[in-house]
């Protein structure tokens, strides 16, 4: 039936084969204020290979309420405008989403599978996360990598330096029952 470990292979893409582009990563960066127009440069470069996949430039201007997208990736021309809204906030302050063109629906989060030509939400584009397809050992390697890659910058609360000590202990111990158990096989 195709279920976790049947040895069926898929070719349907995930998340990890498309380029992300989040809205958060972009207002940190400072691409996206009030009253401000910005322009940011963005580009993915496959790990393996470390060939470049995609690069693009991003122009925002919230107080026009589009954000512009000109490019390339894997091969092929990006030309998109999107309409970005803002959402007050009931502390203060405000947060930005991008109107998905497939959906219609805000999102924070936009992808870019491979030979397509515009940027939309995970959902608009109905591909699942990666995560999804693979087993408890998987998740666990996957979540250790990703701890790892994280720079905490140098002043980070002691306790979101512990959480992510956690999540890596956590991610261990799986793969290291794993490693026994398959150990003891041979």
Do not use: N
Not at 39 to 44: C, L
Not at 104 to 126: D, E, N, Q
Not at 132 to 160: D, F, I, S, W
Request: aromatic share 8%; charged share 30%; proline share 4%.
């Amino acid at each position: 039936m195709g279920g976790i470990g049947s040895g069926r292979r898929t070719t349907t893409l995930d998340t990890d084969d498309c380029l992300r582009l989040s809205l958060t990563d972009l207002r940190r960066s400072g691409a996206i204020k009030r009253d401000l127009w910005a322009r940011r440069e963005r580009g993915w470069v496959e790990l393996r290979t470390k060939r470049t996949v995609g690069s693009v430039s991003i122009v925002a201007d919230v107080g026009c309420g589009q954000i512009t997208i000109k490019g390339s990736a894997f091969g092929q021309l990006i030309d998109q405008t999107l309409k970005v809204v803002a959402q007050p906030q009931p502390l203060g302050g405000e947060r930005f989403f991008v109107i998905c063109p497939l959906s219609g629906k805000r999102c924070t989060v936009l992808i870019l599978p491979p030979g397509k030509t515009f940027f939309a939400s995970i959902g608009g584009w109905g591909v699942p996360y990666a995560s999804t397809r693979q087993c408890k050992v998987g998740r666990a390697y996957r979540a250790m990598r990703k701890v790892e890659e994280t720079r905490l910058p140098k002043y980070t609360r002691k306790a979101t330096r512990d959480r992510y000590q956690r999540r890596w202990l956590k991610a261990f111990e799986i793969v290291s029952d794993w490693e026994e158990r398959l150990s003891h096989l041979m």
